[in-house]
């Protein structure tokens, strides 16, 4: 890693953006690196459909080139803003509707719990949910990766899974309450 | 609704979006004029978002960053002649402007003649400008790699494949200290809709995807990637899994090793 690539590494998400209001290729090509691997895997894991993630992708950090000078991060998370717009276009990718309202990125209201700049606090990041997750029982785990992944509502799941609607509700319900509370407790 | 929503959860499964389309509406709404549980939701926003550590990591093709800045060149060329053309000051209405029109029409033309030379410059530049940064990329790549073929604590895993399953040569070698693992072997092409998908076989928990890939006959697929924090590896197995790959294995193993 050279010098300036070190530098870009440890600039805040706010200062890129602010060079990248200026301009700034270099700010733009930092953001990217730091954020293009997660934003791709969640892309990849919706799709399965390589070229159609690296579009999407693609087209994500050209919106953040053409409007960064409406981010406030006062508003939001940068980090949170780009998973949840990642997530809003496969998933409008793959059911074929138009995306949902809410991507302008001078709507981000996004507010991440931590903050994932680095490379190493993404890798923990990663880890600790992944065991949360892990810990959920997983008849919900897997009701909130259908509708996390797969973009289906409650009467969908139901109807994919064959389970009463009213379960899949209970299980839902009961899963997000864990999540958010094991969630607190590994990122306290 | 009138009030705020009975049950706090109820912001979480808006953000994941399982809510089916009439509660979602009319939360939505409610959300919209309340500052308090709009900020609640955008909590839940943050927290859902963090279920993309599900995913299996997957790396872009360094092709996709190259478009990038491609793209975003071509975008600032004319937006940054357009700057230029607001900033100039206007010659019409002069009364020497008929004097110097011939002149202005003659240097207009050197201009343009100018302005295409310097657009072939500039596009030779930034051409030249990927390629520089593909190369550092491709040298940094080879740096690790050199580094883990050469280490005294990397461990080189070979799997063998596994009765009935389809041929092929693969090996992992891992460095606990680097924290890195390459991947490289040439395998048969999958299936239609499969792709194959390398795990590592951790002493205790879960296995873990280490890539999702899809050979060319013939032709040899490699990669490097973090190891996961803390996870002494027990195997490395190969999967055959639907298209894209899956959070766990589900399919058959077609190649596995354990180091010695």
């Known amino acids: 890693m050279s010098s300036d690539a070190g530098a870009e590494a440890k600039a805040s998400d706010t200062g890129l953006i602010e060079r990248i209001v200026q301009r700034d290729e270099a700010a733009l090509a930092a953001l990217y690196d730091r954020y293009a691997g997660l934003l791709s895997s969640v892309l990849n894991r919706i799709l399965r459909d390589t070229q159609a993630a690296e579009e999407i992708l693609q087209d994500i950090f050209f919106q953040l080139w053409r409007t960064a000078s409406r ?49 190493v606090s993404q890798r923990q990041l990663l880890d600790r949910v992944k065991g949360v997750l892990e810990n959920l029982p997983p008849e919900q785990r897997a009701a ?27 299980r839902l319900r009961n899963g997000v309450e864990t999540l958010k509370r094991n969630l607190r407790l590994v990122m306290s | 609704m009138n009030g705020h929503p009975i049950r706090e959860e109820d912001f979480d499964l808006l953000a994941l979006g399982a809510l089916d389309a009439d509660e979602r509406r009319e939360l939505e709404a409610h959300v919209a004029s309340c500052a308090a549980c709009a900020a609640k939701l955008a909590e839940a926003r943050g927290r859902i978002a963090l279920l993309a550590a599900a995913a ?84 940094h790549e080879a740096r690790e790699v050199a580094d883990l073929i050469t280490s005294s604590d990397t461990v080189t895993v070979a799997l063998s494949p596994q009765p009935g399953m389809p041929k092929g040569t693969a090996h992992v070698m891992y460095n606990m200290k680097m924290g890195m693992l390459m991947y490289e072997g040439v395998m048969t092409p999958p299936a239609a809709e499969k792709s194959y998908q390398l795990w590592i076989m951790p002493a205790q928990g879960k296995p873990i995807s280490a890539g999702v890939f899809n050979p060319v006959s013939g032709q040899s697929d490699h990669w490097m990637m973090k190891m996961p924090q803390g996870i002494e590896p027990k195997a490395f197995t190969i999967t055959l899994e639907p298209s894209g790959g899956m959070p766990q294995p589900t399919g058959p193993m077609v190649m596995m090793g354990s180091p010695s």
């Open chain 1, 71 to 119: 981010f406030d991060a006062s508003r939001g998370s940068l980090a949170g803003w780009l998973m949840v717009i990642a997530r809003n276009r496969a998933i409008s990718r793959l059911r074929r509707h138009n995306p949902a309202a809410g991507e302008e990125l001078g709507e981000n209201t996004v507010a991440l719990p931590l903050n994932i700049e680095s490379d």
């Open chain 1, 144 to 170: 909130i990766e259908l509708a996390y992944f797969e973009g289906l509502t409650h009467s969908e799941i139901a109807e994919r899974t064959g389970d009463p609607l009213g379960t899949v509700k209970t």
């Open chain 2, 56 to 139: 299996p990591p997957a790396a872009p093709s360094a092709a996709v960053k190259q478009r990038l800045m491609q793209q975003v060149r071509a975008e600032a060329r004319p937006a940054r002649a357009a700057r230029e053309k607001e900033t100039s000051p206007s010659l019409f209405g002069k009364w020497w402007f008929a004097v110097l029109a011939p002149a202005g029409a003659v240097l207009a033309i050197a201009t343009i003649l100018l302005w295409n030379e310097n657009r072939k410059l500039d596009r030779e530049l930034a051409d030249l400008h990927a390629s520089v940064q593909q190369q550092e990329q491709q040298l």
